[in-house]
């Protein structure tokens, strides 16, 4: 999990302001997963993309947005329309994207609201 | 959909004892069942899985067990050190959102262990 780099490690939004996430991977995944983690609880599922140029809603994706337009890189835009933005935000990436491929996990990245 | 509980959701143990976190899952067709162990303020480290055709598996100190007719799995650690205290997550597999795409992850909500010296 080493080839998963997450920035920037922490992130301050202001109220209205869209703000970018960025998560490179140099492992050659074809999948690569957003999860957004609040304190004591465990990871819920933002966005997915299991294939370049292709993504697809998770549990909790209002107020959220993602491009995949190169295998390496999946970026999460916070919008303006998430009301309660405060996490630690967790980018992962698999082989293929089955049931049975290990997911392997960034950094992460911590976004507060001023 | 799926959905995973998992219990307890703090245990202290003291050095060199068991520990022992039981997870339930809903899907019958769940065919993957990673755990991960997070360090404050680290990502999450895979520290074992097992699929839906095998009932046991063990690395050192770690165990894991599938009982796929009560659909439920537990991560067993045997001769607990100060350095296993974490938070641990169980996941479970899903069908994807659509029929064009692959299955993803649900976890449960975690395990804080606590291994006293």
């Known amino acids: 999990d080493g080839g998963i780099t997450q920035s920037p490690k922490y992130l301050f939004r202001k109220e209205g302001q869209n703000v970018t996430l960025s998560c490179e991977q140099n492992l050659n995944h074809d999948a690569m997963y957003w999860y957004r983690q609040d304190p004591g609880q465990g990871l819920r599922l933002i966005y997915y993309s299991q294939i370049v140029n292709d993504f697809q809603k998770g549990d909790i994706a209002e107020g959220y947005s993602v491009s995949r337009e190169k295998k390496e890189s999946f970026p999460l835009t916070v919008t303006s329309a998430q009301k309660n933005p405060t996490a630690f935000y967790l980018c992962?990436?698999?082989?293929?994207?089955?049931?049975?491929?290990?997911?392997?996990f960034g950094p992460g990245t911590r976004l507060l609201v001023l | 959909g799926e959905n995973v509980e998992q219990h307890p959701s703090t245990l202290s143990v003291q050095e060199g004892d068991s520990a022992v976190i039981k997870c339930t899952y809903s899907d019958s067709a769940s065919n993957y069942f990673p755990w991960y162990k997070q360090e404050l303020g680290k990502r999450p480290q895979l520290i074992i899985d097992i699929r839906s055709n095998v009932g046991e598996k063990k690395d050192q100190r770690i165990a894991v067990t599938l009982n796929k007719t009560a659909k439920h799995f537990s991560l067993h650690i045997t001769e607990t050190q100060p350095e296993d205290s974490a938070v641990y997550f169980c996941?479970?597999?899903?069908?994807?959102?659509?029929?064009?795409?692959?299955?993803?992850?649900?976890f449960g909500p975690g395990t804080r262990l606590s291994v006293l010296p």
């Open positions: 992962a990436s698999s082989g293929r994207g089955g049931a049975t491929e290990t997911q392997y």
């Open positions: 996941a479970a597999s899903r069908r994807g959102f659509s029929d064009n795409y692959g299955q993803n992850f649900v």
